[in-house]
């Protein structure tokens, strides 16, 4: 069974950084071909925020392009997003996201909440 368990949310002023992880906890999958993180705010729909493959391609929302970044380890099945020059249009609960082509799901975490106060 595959568990994503993120964490690194907070609360943060405007400017600040915060660093998120998200890791698959159960140790039962040796590869895991994409994650990510998405967001969703209240009242909106889940957006991307970014998300990376096995081979190293990475895509962000435009909206965080500059400002954050994302990282993995594979050997950790770890996924990392180093969130920095935040916004208050970034407060959401921040989603792991991961796709294991060899079961053909889509697995998400239970989110973590992040607050930037202006």
């Known amino acids: 069974q595959v568990q994503l368990v993120e964490s690194g949310g907070g609360l943060v002023q405007a400017g600040g950084s915060l660093r998120l992880s998200c890791d698959e906890a159960?140790?039962?999958?040796?590869?895991?071909?994409?994650m990510g993180w998405y967001r969703q705010a209240p009242g909106k729909q889940r957006t991307l925020v970014a998300i990376?493959?096995?081979?190293?391609?990475?895509t962000y929302a435009d909206s965080v392009k500059g400002r954050f970044t994302i990282s993995r380890d594979h050997a950790k099945n770890t996924v990392y997003l180093q969130m920095d020059s935040l916004k208050p249009e970034d407060t959401a609960v921040y989603y792991c996201?991961?796709?294991?082509?060899?079961?053909?799901?889509?697995?998400w975490g239970q989110g973590t909440q992040v607050t930037v106060s202006s």
């Open positions: 996201n991961a796709f294991i082509s060899i079961f053909r799901k889509t697995y």
């Open positions: 159960s140790g039962s999958i040796s590869s895991i071909d994409v």
């Open positions: 990376a493959n096995t081979g190293s391609s990475i």
